[in-house]
């Protein structure tokens, strides 16, 4: 739903603005409900789905290499709406890998945590540390409690945290930064309303 809202609103704007947005997804029904629902809204040509896991890089960069792809150019932004858990690592990850923008709202902290890379960074080999963000994990999802949004806070930090020096550690030396921080939405619309979000900028050359 907010893949086709993006692209539908992009679309009003095609004489000045060329946009195109790929939908990833491991589940072959979905993908294909959305892309019929893209095609009822005239947004076939706007839009792509691929049936692709986050996680494989190489196969992720081989598909976003193929010509019907490149001709839609570069990536420049990654979104998601409440990626579950350890999903909105993986987002933020990936988009750290292609060099994008990100906007990435958060929810459910303690789902998919085989793909919580950068809370993982982020304990290092420490078990203490691993226990400790679980009990802020289980505070973030505890909904209306006292501590709930300090918790989603916490944990949203650390992730940003942990995404600015991976992105400092492979691209300072490029003459750019990774300006990242946190918003929120509405809280009618989701107690979980926080959102990560990233721009890749460039560092200002001294003179």
Not at 154 to 183: C, F, I, P, T
Request: proline residues 1%.
């Amino acid at each position: 739903d907010l893949a086709i809202a993006v692209a539908a609103y992009f679309a009003q704007f095609s004489t000045t603005i060329q946009s195109h947005v790929t939908v990833l997804d491991v589940n072959k029904t979905s993908l294909l409900d959305a892309e019929k629902r893209a095609a009822a809204a005239s947004l076939s040509n706007n839009m792509s789905f691929l049936y692709q896991d986050i996680t494989d890089r190489e196969q992720l960069l081989q598909k976003l290499s193929r010509p019907q792809e490149q001709q839609h150019g570069r990536v420049n932004l990654v979104f998601g709406l409440h990626c579950c858990g350890g999903l909105a690592e993986a987002a933020v990850d990936v988009a750290l890998f292609l060099g994008a923008n990100f906007s990435i709202s958060t929810c459910c902290f303690r789902s998919h945590q085989h793909l919580a890379v950068l809370s993982r960074i982020a304990d290092g080999s420490h078990a203490a540390n691993a226990n400790d963000r679980d009990r802020v994990a289980s505070l973030a999802v505890l909904l209306k409690s006292e501590g709930q949004h300090r918790g989603i806070r916490v944990l949203n930090a650390m992730r940003l945290a942990v995404a600015r020096q991976k992105w400092s550690a492979s691209n300072d030396d490029e003459g750019r930064e990774l300006k990242a921080w946190q918003e929120t939405f509405p809280i009618q619309y989701s107690v979980q309303n926080r959102i990560m979000n990233g721009v890749v900028q460039i560092v200002p050359t001294r003179t």
